[in-house]
């Protein structure tokens, strides 16, 4: 089973409207982090923002925003007031467990901002 | 302060060539990791380092592909021989010790291809 499934192969967005890159997550652990990183054309994976399993706030990281929904399972990225350098991939990646384990990575989601 | 430290960024060899790619983490980081992309897929870890050890290398595929961080700081990934499907984009990246966020930090990765 996929650990981390991300269901939009692209989404399509006007400049400063909000949209939400969706992303669920199978996991048996207690404790585990849900992470979102942006790729533009230049290939550098960039962090965003981070949620932690116990935490009981969303994350908001500036424009960036993690609906953290424990029971379904879903940490969906929301970006407000999109702009067009925001168009790339967005990958979904999950840490299971404490300490140094690796991220497991989604298979992304393409996002492209119109003027 | 200098983000992870790649090159090349851009290789192409003919298959059966040697190829070898260098990594310079975020300075005080003692994790690193190799990660594999591949096209319209998320990175997937070949191996991780707490300083100059490999705690885990499970997915390198040992035959053709080596590893060494000596001295816990710069690391180097090596093919020999490489082969068609090895064309991919190589990504390191770097963890400080335990962080509340526990963030890994990506370079700008190598993209190899290979004729």
């Known amino acids: 089973a996929q650990k981390i499934t991300q269901t939009q192969p692209g989404m399509f967005v006007q400049e400063k409207e909000a949209v939400t890159l969706d992303c669920t997550y199978d996991?048996?652990?207690?404790?585990?982090?849900l992470f979102w990183y942006k790729q533009p054309s230049s290939g550098e994976m960039i962090f965003l923002i981070y949620q932690g399993s116990y935490d009981e706030q969303n994350a908001t990281e500036g424009r960036y925003s993690l609906n953290f929904q424990k029971a379904r399972k879903s940490a969906n990225l929301v970006i407000s007031a999109s702009q067009l350098g925001d168009s790339a991939m967005y990958f979904c990646?999950?840490?299971?467990?404490?300490?140094?384990?690796?991220?497991?990575f989604g298979k992304g989601t393409m996002l492209l901002v119109s003027p | 302060e200098a983000g992870v430290v790649q090159s090349p960024r851009y290789k192409i060899i003919e298959k059966k060539q040697p190829v070898a790619f260098w990594c310079n983490p975020i300075s005080g980081h003692n994790t690193l990791y190799w990660y594999r992309q591949n096209l319209g897929q998320g990175p997937e870890l070949l191996i991780r380092y707490e300083n100059e050890e490999a705690v885990d290398d499970s997915q390198l595929p040992k035959d053709r592909f080596s590893a060494e961080r000596l001295k816990g700081v710069d690391s180097t990934l090596k093919i020999q021989p490489a082969e068609l499907g090895d064309s991919a984009v190589y990504l390191c990246?770097?963890?400080?010790?335990?962080?509340?966020?526990?963030?890994?930090?990506f370079g700008p990765g190598t993209r190899l291809t290979v004729l």
């Open positions: 990246a770097s963890r400080p010790g335990l962080a509340t966020a526990d963030t890994q930090y």
């Open positions: 990646a999950m840490r299971e467990g404490r300490g140094y384990s690796t991220l497991t």
């Open positions: 996991t048996s652990d207690q404790s585990y982090g």
